[in-house]
């Protein structure tokens, strides 16, 4: 009998222990919808925005228009305006952005991309909802940059942040500046219908990139906890007009070159991750 029994549990026990050894463990990923509550350790998401447009572009008003009204609806929104064409901000090396989104057509002007890759619906301004969509409370990574600006030079560090497990990651870091004046062609009625726009101020105006513009290994993996920080000093670029109205944009891409998390910083400013209690 006692043989018997000693056998019986030998049995429970193999089976307890092919179990456990067949289980796998899930994180627990909050929901990330635009209205979901706050989980504590995850981080506020933002939706990117990239612009293609162009001063001469009388349609690209439409997309301005747009790009404007989500910011008024929504603080989680970056902002890149990407120029093309006989235009005095000019960005030169768009061909692999131009491969990323159109790779078997020419860029034809008004393009417009959510974290970028996904097309925004158009009429753009008819469509805010689908870029607020884009944004929740619970991101799974977080971004903060602290930088310096003088004397001819900038200095920047990028700090990532993560909340959950990730492989395949890749960071773009553009500089950016706000407060161009020239005029804007405008064959819409938005802002009034007023063609050309004279004065018109264009912001967050691509002028170079920090890192490849299809983004540069973070690393193979990260995990749960883990910051990463990236560091970039150099000159002004030349391309610049006036170095007060620098700012920065960085944000995280995934293997499909999905956008996950943007953030934008002004000149000299230190930021601290915006992570929830």
Not at 18 to 35: G, H, M, W, Y
Not at 200 to 224: A, F, K, M, Q, W
Not at 270 to 276: C, H, I
Request: aromatic share 10%; proline share 6%; hydrophobic share 35%.
């Amino acid at each position: 009998m006692m043989t018997k029994i000693k056998f019986f549990f030998t049995l429970i026990g193999l089976a307890a222990f092919l179990s456990c050894s067949d289980t796998k463990i899930v994180e627990n990923i909050p929901n990330d919808s635009e209205t979901a509550a706050p989980v504590s350790g995850y981080f506020k998401k933002r939706v990117l925005i990239e612009d293609y447009t162009g001063t001469w572009c009388g349609n690209c008003t439409r997309v301005a228009y747009a790009i404007d009204q989500t910011y008024l609806q929504s603080d989680k929104v970056v902002s890149i305006a990407i120029h093309n064409g006989n235009d005095p901000y000019h960005f030169p090396d768009y061909q692999p952005l131009k491969d990323l989104i159109m790779p078997n057509s020419d860029l034809e002007l008004p393009q417009s991309r959510l974290n970028r890759t996904i097309v925004w619906s158009s009429p753009e301004p008819s469509n805010i909802e689908q870029a607020k969509a884009l944004t929740s409370n619970n991101g799974g990574l977080g971004i903060a940059m602290n930088s310096t600006v003088a004397n001819g030079n900038i200095n920047l560090d990028v700090n990532i942040k993560f909340a959950q497990n990730y492989t395949g990651l890749k960071l773009v870091v553009y500089v950016v500046e706000d407060h161009l004046i020239y005029p804007q062609r405008n064959y819409t009625t938005y802002y009034n219908g007023v063609n050309p726009i004279p004065n018109y101020e264009h912001n967050h105006v691509l002028r170079t990139p920090l890192t490849n513009l299809l983004g540069d290994v973070i690393s193979e993996s990260t995990t749960v906890g883990q910051t990463v920080t990236k560091s970039f000093s150099l000159p002004i670029p030349s391309t610049i007009s006036n170095p007060e109205n620098v700012s920065f944009v960085a944000f995280i891409v995934n293997s499909d070159n999905l956008a996950i998390n943007a953030r934008h910083a002004d000149k000299n400013e230190n930021q601290s991750f915006e992570q929830n209690p």
